[in-house]
Protein backbone atom coordinates (compact mmCIF):
# COMPACT_ATOMS: atom_id res chain seq x y z
CA UNK A 1 0.00 0.00 0.00
CA UNK A 2 1.47 3.09 -1.27
CA UNK A 3 1.43 6.30 0.28
CA UNK A 4 0.69 9.39 -1.58
CA UNK A 5 3.71 11.79 -1.49
CA UNK A 6 4.22 15.49 -3.11
CA UNK A 7 6.54 16.86 -5.55
CA UNK A 8 7.55 19.50 -7.70
CA UNK A 9 7.02 18.92 -11.03
CA UNK A 10 9.42 21.62 -12.49
CA UNK A 11 11.59 22.60 -10.22
CA UNK A 12 12.83 20.10 -7.65
CA UNK A 13 15.13 22.28 -5.80
CA UNK A 14 13.93 24.85 -4.20
CA UNK A 15 13.76 26.34 -0.61
CA UNK A 16 10.07 26.34 0.16
CA UNK A 17 8.76 23.87 -1.84
CA UNK A 18 4.86 23.95 -0.87
CA UNK A 19 4.47 27.47 -2.17
CA UNK A 20 5.79 26.84 -5.66
CA UNK A 21 2.74 26.37 -8.50
CA UNK A 22 4.18 23.29 -9.88
CA UNK A 23 3.71 21.46 -6.30
CA UNK A 24 1.40 17.87 -7.18
CA UNK A 25 0.19 14.90 -4.89
CA UNK A 26 1.56 11.70 -6.89
CA UNK A 27 -0.78 8.88 -5.35
CA UNK A 28 -0.31 5.52 -7.71
CA UNK A 29 -2.07 2.65 -7.27
CA UNK A 30 1.48 0.57 -7.24
CA UNK A 31 5.50 1.19 -7.93
CA UNK A 32 8.13 -1.01 -9.46
CA UNK A 33 11.63 -0.88 -8.11
CA UNK A 34 14.31 -2.92 -9.59
CA UNK A 35 17.67 -3.10 -10.60
CA UNK A 36 21.24 -5.00 -11.12
CA UNK A 37 24.49 -3.74 -10.08
CA UNK A 38 28.38 -4.83 -10.83
CA UNK A 39 31.30 -3.76 -8.73
CA UNK A 40 34.85 -4.26 -8.94
CA UNK A 41 37.40 -2.91 -6.42
CA UNK A 42 40.89 -3.78 -5.73
CA UNK A 43 43.00 -3.67 -2.36
CA UNK A 44 46.13 -4.32 -2.37
CA UNK A 45 49.17 -3.85 0.09
CA UNK A 46 49.35 -0.04 2.16
CA UNK A 47 51.23 1.28 -1.05
CA UNK A 48 48.94 -0.01 -3.77
CA UNK A 49 46.29 2.54 -4.73
CA UNK A 50 42.76 1.54 -3.97
CA UNK A 51 40.00 1.63 -6.81
CA UNK A 52 36.74 0.90 -7.31
CA UNK A 53 34.63 0.83 -10.39
CA UNK A 54 30.72 0.18 -10.54
CA UNK A 55 27.51 0.20 -13.16
CA UNK A 56 24.17 -0.10 -11.96
CA UNK A 57 21.22 -0.32 -14.35
CA UNK A 58 17.93 0.48 -12.13
CA UNK A 59 14.39 1.53 -13.24
CA UNK A 60 12.01 3.33 -10.60
CA UNK A 61 8.59 4.24 -11.92
CA UNK A 62 4.85 4.78 -10.55
CA UNK A 63 1.55 3.20 -12.04
CA UNK A 64 -0.64 6.44 -12.00
CA UNK A 65 -4.29 4.99 -14.00
CA UNK A 66 -3.13 2.79 -16.49
CA UNK A 67 0.22 4.82 -17.21
CA UNK A 68 3.93 3.57 -15.88
CA UNK A 69 5.78 6.96 -15.21
CA UNK A 70 9.36 7.25 -14.15
CA UNK A 71 10.21 8.54 -10.80
CA UNK A 72 11.57 11.95 -10.83
CA UNK A 73 14.78 10.85 -9.40
CA UNK A 74 15.22 7.28 -12.24
CA UNK A 75 19.07 7.02 -12.93
CA UNK A 76 18.66 4.30 -15.81
CA UNK A 77 21.99 3.99 -16.12
CA UNK A 78 24.63 5.31 -13.71
CA UNK A 79 28.50 4.51 -13.85
CA UNK A 80 30.80 5.31 -10.62
CA UNK A 81 34.41 5.09 -9.99
CA UNK A 82 37.19 6.32 -8.09
CA UNK A 83 40.62 5.77 -6.46
CA UNK A 84 42.85 6.52 -3.72
CA UNK A 85 46.67 7.09 -3.43
CA UNK A 86 49.06 7.78 -0.60
CA UNK A 87 51.48 9.99 -1.14
CA UNK A 88 54.00 9.84 2.21
CA UNK A 89 51.78 11.46 5.03
CA UNK A 90 49.03 12.42 2.08
CA UNK A 91 46.10 11.10 0.98
CA UNK A 92 44.54 11.88 -2.52
CA UNK A 93 40.97 10.21 -3.70
CA UNK A 94 38.83 10.96 -6.77
CA UNK A 95 35.49 9.91 -7.25
CA UNK A 96 33.63 10.36 -11.23
CA UNK A 97 29.72 9.93 -11.38
CA UNK A 98 28.16 9.63 -14.93
CA UNK A 99 24.36 8.67 -15.16
CA UNK A 100 21.33 9.11 -17.13
CA UNK A 101 19.62 12.31 -16.72
CA UNK A 102 16.62 12.86 -14.56
CA UNK A 103 13.17 13.00 -15.95
CA UNK A 104 11.98 16.12 -16.47
CA UNK A 105 8.47 17.81 -17.22
CA UNK A 106 8.01 20.44 -19.75
CA UNK A 107 5.66 23.84 -19.75
CA UNK A 108 5.19 25.19 -23.25
CA UNK A 109 3.08 28.41 -24.51
CA UNK A 110 1.34 27.30 -27.32
CA UNK A 111 -0.51 30.51 -29.40
CA UNK A 112 -3.40 28.42 -29.82
CA UNK A 113 -4.12 26.73 -26.58
CA UNK A 114 -2.14 28.40 -24.22
CA UNK A 115 0.07 27.00 -21.50
CA UNK A 116 0.72 23.26 -21.98
CA UNK A 117 2.72 20.50 -19.86
CA UNK A 118 4.32 17.50 -21.55
CA UNK A 119 3.31 14.66 -19.93
CA UNK A 120 5.20 14.05 -16.22
CA UNK A 121 8.39 13.09 -16.73
CA UNK A 122 8.46 11.42 -20.36
CA UNK A 123 11.63 14.02 -21.56
CA UNK A 124 15.11 13.75 -20.21
CA UNK A 125 17.73 16.13 -18.60
CA UNK A 126 21.06 16.04 -20.21
CA UNK A 127 23.68 13.18 -18.92
CA UNK A 128 24.89 14.05 -15.58
CA UNK A 129 28.96 13.82 -15.19
CA UNK A 130 31.30 15.16 -12.23
CA UNK A 131 34.36 14.46 -10.39
CA UNK A 132 35.09 14.95 -6.69
CA UNK A 133 38.01 15.31 -5.57
CA UNK A 134 39.87 15.14 -2.03
CA UNK A 135 43.13 15.56 -0.51
CA UNK A 136 44.13 15.24 3.20
CA UNK A 137 46.80 14.75 5.53
CA UNK A 138 46.43 13.12 8.96
CA UNK A 139 49.06 15.16 12.20
CA UNK A 140 50.03 13.49 14.97
CA UNK A 141 48.97 15.83 18.14
CA UNK A 142 48.88 15.12 21.92
CA UNK A 143 45.86 14.43 22.30
CA UNK A 144 43.71 12.64 19.76
CA UNK A 145 44.12 12.89 15.52
CA UNK A 146 43.80 15.53 13.67
CA UNK A 147 42.84 15.44 9.76
CA UNK A 148 42.77 18.40 7.58
CA UNK A 149 41.26 18.22 3.85
CA UNK A 150 40.13 20.10 1.05
CA UNK A 151 37.41 18.71 -0.89
CA UNK A 152 36.37 20.30 -4.04
CA UNK A 153 33.16 19.08 -5.51
CA UNK A 154 32.94 19.20 -9.39
CA UNK A 155 36.51 19.59 -10.27
CA UNK A 156 35.67 20.43 -13.96
CA UNK A 157 32.87 22.90 -12.92
CA UNK A 158 30.48 20.77 -15.25
CA UNK A 159 26.86 22.14 -15.21
CA UNK A 160 24.55 19.37 -14.75
CA UNK A 161 20.77 20.33 -15.51
CA UNK A 162 18.55 19.17 -12.72
CA UNK A 163 15.78 22.25 -13.01
CA UNK A 164 13.16 24.17 -14.87
CA UNK A 165 12.03 27.36 -13.41
CA UNK A 166 9.72 29.21 -15.50
CA UNK A 167 8.13 32.97 -14.74
CA UNK A 168 6.55 35.77 -17.28
CA UNK A 169 8.39 37.59 -18.72
CA UNK A 170 7.30 41.95 -18.92
CA UNK A 171 5.32 40.87 -22.57
CA UNK A 172 3.61 38.33 -20.35
CA UNK A 173 5.63 35.53 -22.41
CA UNK A 174 7.01 32.51 -20.95
CA UNK A 175 10.60 32.50 -19.67
CA UNK A 176 12.41 29.17 -19.58
CA UNK A 177 15.48 28.74 -16.88
CA UNK A 178 17.63 25.61 -16.85
CA UNK A 179 19.00 25.44 -13.15
CA UNK A 180 22.26 23.39 -12.12
CA UNK A 181 23.30 20.77 -10.44
CA UNK A 182 25.97 22.53 -7.66
CA UNK A 183 28.99 23.98 -9.43
CA UNK A 184 32.93 23.59 -8.49
CA UNK A 185 32.44 24.10 -4.91
CA UNK A 186 35.80 23.74 -2.98
CA UNK A 187 35.84 22.92 1.24
CA UNK A 188 38.62 23.10 3.54
CA UNK A 189 38.37 21.82 6.77
CA UNK A 190 39.79 20.62 9.66
CA UNK A 191 38.61 17.27 12.40
CA UNK A 192 40.00 16.43 15.24
CA UNK A 193 39.01 13.31 17.27
CA UNK A 194 39.71 12.65 20.78
Known amino acids: ??????????????????????????DPRKAESIGAEVTVTHAGSDDDPIWWASYSWARIRDWI???????????????KGGAVVAVGAWDVSAAIEIHSGWPRTELRDDPDT?????????????T????????SRDFEVRRGDLTAYLDITNVL??????????????????????AHWLPLVPSLGIVWTF
Not at 114 to 126: F, I, W
Not at 128 to 135: G, I, T
Open 1 to 26: TLRPRFENIFNTLTLVPELQFDRLMI
Open 65 to 79: GEDRIERSWDQTHSL
Open 114 to 126: GLQASARNRLRYA
Open 128 to 135: FAAVDMRV
Open 157 to 178: NRANPCCTEYSLDEDGQLAVRT
